[in-house]
């Protein structure tokens, strides 16, 4: 039986979920009570190795961090041992794919070879990072979203692939000039997927228009998902923490978080302080006040302003959001005081079978449901900026 599940084992189903700690807590132990097997979120059967998970597990490594409490730890070791074999290579990963979500456990991967070293972490390591050396790119140097999302730059796959490869980078002790490819990520985002009039970014950009989401003239996709732009101001956040101090890039991709924010927080619903999922149409019939978009922001913002990234106020306006997630989104079971996140949108892309053309009617349709790991994850991460 392995560390995690032994730590896990007097947390049964029927255990009360403490709630005299930290809300970074009660979420975390709530989600471990529904998943006592790491590779259960995301509402898996069956193992896989997913963005989710990836996401999941930096979550518990902040909690490690902050309270040193090793059934955390160990719940990311136990993920890692049941995805990768003992020859290093990973269960349900495929190389030739290049999809770029892919490279979001990898950050797993940099906490595991210091707190419990072994040679299948390495090995695993490694082929990540072979596919971050060759994954496809645009003409001026973005990362595909996927091989078969050909020319296609995703607000997703900024956090899928940017603070993995600057995470990897300062591991390493790369030369500074290595982050500028890490920078050009983001760059390149602000160049193509930036609307004029909004300030806001587009869920998607099409070098090729061949796709028929795709603006003929732009290249961008149709409308604005607050999840996809949560995805980006968190790939921010967490990418900057990497560079090192004297890296111009530090200051641009503040810049960027702060001019991305403001437009986002001009669509914040005034009663609730959260967002919609259709991010700038609040009052269309249909859209709807969205959990994961919104403790996004909340997260972005809170930790933006702790590490100087952002000015104080963010903090605050982080704190008014954080408090209407509580009083609109959390919901607690009165028997052993689980912790639920309500109003997750399940999953949201373009293109595809069947074909997802990015229209408003598209993105108010697609299921929502409760304690998604998407929102799970940064609500962890969010408490926990907010509790410092």
Not at 160 to 166: I, S
Not at 176 to 181: L, M, Y
Not at 360 to 386: C, H, Q, T, W
Request: with cysteine; net charge negative; aromatic share 12%.
């Amino acid at each position: 039986m392995s560390g995690a599940v032994l730590a896990l084992a007097a947390f049964s189903a029927s255990a009360i979920v403490p709630s005299d700690t930290s809300w970074a807590e009660r979420m975390a132990l709530s989600d471990m009570q529904r998943n006592p097997e790491p590779w259960q979120i995301d509402f898996r059967t069956t193992p896989k190795w997913n963005y989710t998970h990836g996401l999941m597990m930096t979550a518990y490594q902040r909690l490690y961090e902050e309270t040193g409490d090793k059934r955390y730890a160990d719940h990311i070791q136990d993920y890692a041992d049941t995805m990768i074999d003992a020859d290093g290579s990973i269960d349900t990963y495929k190389l030739s794919n290049y999809n770029i979500d892919h490279l979001t456990p990898g950050r797993m991967l940099l906490f595991l070879e210091q707190y419990s070293p072994k040679p299948r972490y390495q090995k695993a390591l490694q082929t990540l990072t072979t596919q971050l050396e060759g994954q496809p790119r645009t003409s001026d140097g973005g990362f595909w979203h996927k091989k078969r999302y050909p020319h296609q730059m995703w607000l997703d796959g900024l956090y899928m692939g940017a603070p993995f490869y600057a995470q990897y980078l300062n591991r390493t002790g790369a030369e500074a000039s290595a982050f500028d490819d890490v920078q050009h990520q983001f760059d390149l985002v602000m160049q193509h997927q930036i609307d004029p009039q909004t300030g806001l970014p587009y869920h998607a950009w099409d070098e090729s228009r061949e796709q028929k989401w795709a603006d003929p003239e732009s290249g961008v996709s149709p409308n604005f998902w607050s999840r996809s732009i949560g995805w980006y101001v968190m790939a921010l956040v967490d990418a900057i923490e990497y560079f090192p101090e004297d890296h111009a890039g530090r200051e641009v991709l503040s810049g960027y978080l702060q001019q991305v924010l403001d437009a986002t927080l001009r669509f914040r619903d005034a009663e609730s302080n959260l967002w919609y999922q259709v991010t700038d149409q609040g009052g269309r019939e249909g859209n709807y006040l969205e959990a994961t978009g919104s403790v996004m922001f909340v997260y972005a913002m809170a930790k933006g302003a702790n590490r100087g990234y952002l000015p104080p106020r963010y903090r605050e306006l982080a704190e008014q959001s954080f408090t209407g997630l509580v009083d609109h989104l959390i919901r607690i079971d009165a028997d052993d005081h689980e912790v639920h996140l309500m109003k997750n949108c399940a999953v949201a892309g373009l293109g595809g079978d069947p074909y997802r053309d990015g229209s408003f009617e598209y993105y108010i349709s697609e299921p929502v449901r409760d304690n998604d790991p998407k929102g799970v994850g940064p609500f962890i991460l969010a408490s926990l900026e907010l509790e410092k």
